[in-house]
């Protein structure tokens, strides 16, 4: 799994066509996640895991020392297959690494489950939906990453 973390002030998503606000929050997490052919049910929680503890907020002397439980921040989360983009060969982007639709979003439920399951407060965007998706980028901080890396 690819995920790109953006610590946020606020952030939503709106559906285009009809111009719906669909979900929104206030401070915390902006995150991206993109679902590869050879991710689990494991990598989804051992990765909602560690997003959701990830110290990239600011403790009261200014370092980066709390995590999203800590600060009692939000979480959004928007289905994003176009991380696994190969760019490597030609000019149009191939994406045969990203999984399947029906498993990808399966495994983008676990990893919403287990954000719930945590404690922490969670909103999605529109799974296979075109998306406006807004955010104040607070720092900015932005994380990425690649389970594949680890």
């Given amino acids: 799994m690819r995920v790109c973390i953006q610590r946020v ?9 009809t111009n719906n606000l669909i979900s ?10 993109g679902v ?7 990598v989804a929680k051992e ?6 503890e990830l110290r990239i907020f600011e403790d009261d002397t200014g370092k980066m020392n709390r995590s999203l439980i800590d600060v009692g921040g ?18 149009r982007p191939s994406f045969t690494g990203a999984a399947t639709p029906d498993n ?3 495994l ?3 990893f919403v489950e287990t954000i719930k399951n945590l404690g ?4 999605t965007g529109a799974f296979r939906n075109e998306m406006y998706v807004e955010l104040i980028n607070d720092g900015p901080v932005t994380i990425w990453i690649d389970t594949a890396q680890r």
């Fill in 9 to 17: 002030r606020q952030a939503s998503v709106t559906l285009p066509v």
């Fill in 74 to 91: 939000s979480m959004l989360v928007v289905s994003q297959f176009t991380l696994y983009a190969d760019c490597r060969k030609g000019r």
């Fill in 120 to 123: 922490v407060s969670v909103v």
């Fill in 24 to 33: 929104e929050i206030g401070i915390g997490l902006l995150v991206l996640l």
């Fill in 36 to 42: 590869g052919t050879e991710d689990s049910e494991d």
């Fill in 108 to 110: 983008y439920q676990v």
């Fill in 47 to 52: 990765l909602a895991k560690k997003c959701t």
């Fill in 104 to 106: 990808a979003n399966r």
